[in-house]
């Protein structure tokens, strides 16, 4: 039988409430998108951002590893995320990702503080008609 296939093109939420918007990935795996976090480390008013991404061998991996760039448009830091593209046992998509969020520092000296790290689960979003 053919392998579940997970593709990234759509709308995602994750475990903290963030929506997301894949939109279609071309021919060389690369796609664009936007990011609406549901949690903020800064006093900022909360915006949608702007992704960009990369999914790895589009054609023949059914369940693709992929990256993306996340350039907070209401904050100076920017997020990277990693991770897979799954079929779970019910036959739903998840990506499982691992994010690293760099924050802006006035100093050399305060480096050691300016990087978090985190995982994160998105699931397909369905709104109802
Ligand atoms: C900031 O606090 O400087 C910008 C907001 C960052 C939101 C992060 S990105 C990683 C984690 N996953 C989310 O969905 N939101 C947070």
Request: with cysteine; proline share 2%.
């Amino acid at each position: 039988s053919l392998p579940p296939q997970c593709v990234l093109t759509g709308r995602w939420v994750n475990d903290l409430g963030s929506n997301m918007t894949v939109m279609a990935v071309n021919e060389k795996g690369e796609f664009l998108g936007s990011y609406h976090t549901a949690v903020t480390a800064t006093s900022n008013e909360i915006k949608v951002s702007p992704l960009h991404g990369s999914q790895h061998r589009t054609n023949k991996n059914s369940q693709a590893t992929f990256g993306f760039t996340v350039n907070l448009s209401f904050s100076d830091s920017v997020t990277v995320f990693t991770g897979q593209c799954f079929v779970d046992e019910d036959g739903k998509e998840v990506l499982k990702t691992m994010w690293l969020l760099r924050s802006n520092v006035d100093s050399i000296k305060d480096d050691w503080k300016a990087t978090m790290v985190g995982v994160n689960v998105f699931t397909r979003l369905r709104t109802k008609k």
